[in-house]
């Protein structure tokens, strides 16, 4: 699940606020503000990036800049009306934040943006972001779109009561054999289920996910081709994870629903795919009577990977680009990555924030482990960018995920996998 619900959760760490998004970029005007000369700057994000304060500091760091902060509270919404006013040339604000998953619908259009690497400031270089980020940011001609924000590097949350419960031991280097690969995990999960009679895991679609995020390409080719018949690895996962769910595997949970939030506090399943924002969806979910209870391990079957994240951009609307360029820079530079975190939990990207005791060294209560340590080993195992084309997240939540709960509800395999490939053509057609 690459949707815009992680977002509402990324922020679980913090409370979502719904505000009306409106437009502004496209008519920042030097007159406006308190003083002569000065420039108001706009920018668009999506529930919570922790930049209230940020934006509040930026200006008086620079008396000559005002800023507009537009926020709406969901990303759906958010990116219907960015792509709407990217195709319309006009409404847009001077910054606009894009999340992983929906940056493929954009960036095939590296026209209508500004290219950073021309008009951002010297000291936002490539190498400030681990590479894989940086290299997500930049379209097939060579344009820079968007500065890197916040990661989401995987590990796995499990229910050590749940473990023991069922005989299976629970000290370190026996989870982490749980979890070395979807093979090792998939026949811990036929352990947990015999001895148990629970689920293993939430969701077919949850874990498929994952394990689709760890090929190179996504859906589509790097040439924009339906890959979804031709990469035969997508078809193995399918089977792999229906298979395991047809074994009593899964707790048939959709997502973010009201039954899949429940399912943490009543140990509905034992292990959960969780990048980093997820913790706070566990700890808010799970809630205080299920503390101890829930653990996180620097394990990730077949190695790691990351779900999640975001990134700032300068269209080509914007009357202010390089004044746009240099605060885009300074939100995502690592002492303001930092201080989101500590407000958000949105994880930093970039390399100097990942060796930071600010970081590093507070202790995760609910979870008793450094998380920001734990994460930041996760992140070093991501090696590079997934390439994901146009429509892949559409593909993969309005194809593969309604498939997926289509044979956890009854659809036979076969059945499934074709209503997913039939869903596919019609999204990239």
């Not at 500590?342 to 995760?364: C, H, I, W, Y």
Request: aromatic fraction near 10%.
């Amino acid at each position: 699940m690459r949707s815009n619900q992680r977002r509402v959760f990324a922020g679980a760490i913090a409370f979502a606020a719904a505000v009306g998004l409106t437009a502004c970029g496209g008519s920042s005007d030097d007159s406006g503000g308190s003083g002569s000369g000065q420039i108001e700057l706009s920018i668009g994000t999506f529930t919570e990036f922790g930049y209230e304060d940020l934006l509040k500091e930026y200006e008086s760091l620079n008396p000559n800049i005002k800023i507009k902060h537009n926020k709406t509270g969901q990303g759906g919404p958010y990116h219907q009306q960015l792509l709407t006013k990217l195709a319309a040339r006009e409404g847009l604000e001077d910054v606009v934040a894009i999340e992983e998953g929906h940056l493929p619908d954009v960036i095939d259009k590296p026209q209508l943006f500004n290219n950073l690497a021309e008009i951002g400031p010297k000291d936002a270089t490539p190498e400030r972001w681990l590479d894989w980020k940086y290299q997500q940011g930049v379209a097939k001609d060579g344009t820079w779109i968007g500065y890197g924000t916040d990661i989401g590097p995987l590990a796995m949350c499990y229910r050590k009561d749940l473990l023991e419960a069922a005989g299976m031991a629970t000290d370190d280097a026996s989870v982490k054999g749980y979890f070395a690969t979807w093979d090792s995990y998939f026949a811990a999960g036929d352990q947990y289920v015999q001895a148990s009679q629970k689920a293993w895991f939430d969701s077919d679609s949850q874990v498929f996910n994952a394990m689709q995020n760890q090929l190179d390409e996504g859906y589509l080719t790097k040439d924009d081709e339906l890959a979804i018949e031709s990469n035969k690895d997508i078809k193995t996962n399918f089977d792999q994870v229906t298979a395991a769910g047809a074994r009593g595997q899964t707790a048939k949970l959709v997502a973010f629903s009201p039954e899949w939030n429940t399912g943490f506090k009543e140990g509905a399943f034992a292990t959960k795919t969780c990048p980093s924002w997820m913790l706070g969806v566990v700890k808010e979910q799970a809630g205080p009577e299920n503390a101890g209870k829930w653990a996180v391990t620097d394990a990730f079957p077949n190695g790691g990977g990351n779900w999640g994240g975001s990134f700032l951009a300068v269209p080509k609307q914007s009357q202010h680009p390089e004044e746009a360029a240099k605060l885009a820079a300074w939100l995502t530079a690592p002492e303001q990555q930092i201080k989101a975190f500590e407000k958000t939990g949105n994880f930093p990207s970039q390399v100097d924030a990942l060796t930071a005791p600010e970081l590093l060294e507070p202790t995760n209560d609910y979870f008793g482990v450094k998380a920001g340590q734990l994460f930041a080993t996760m992140a070093q195992k991501v090696s590079k960018a997934q390439y994901k084309g146009p429509g892949d997240g559409k593909i993969q939540e309005n194809a593969m995920s309604p498939a997926l709960q289509a044979v956890e509800q009854g659809k036979t395999p076969e059945e499934g996998w074709q209503q997913a490939v039939e869903a596919a053509e019609k999204i990239v057609k």
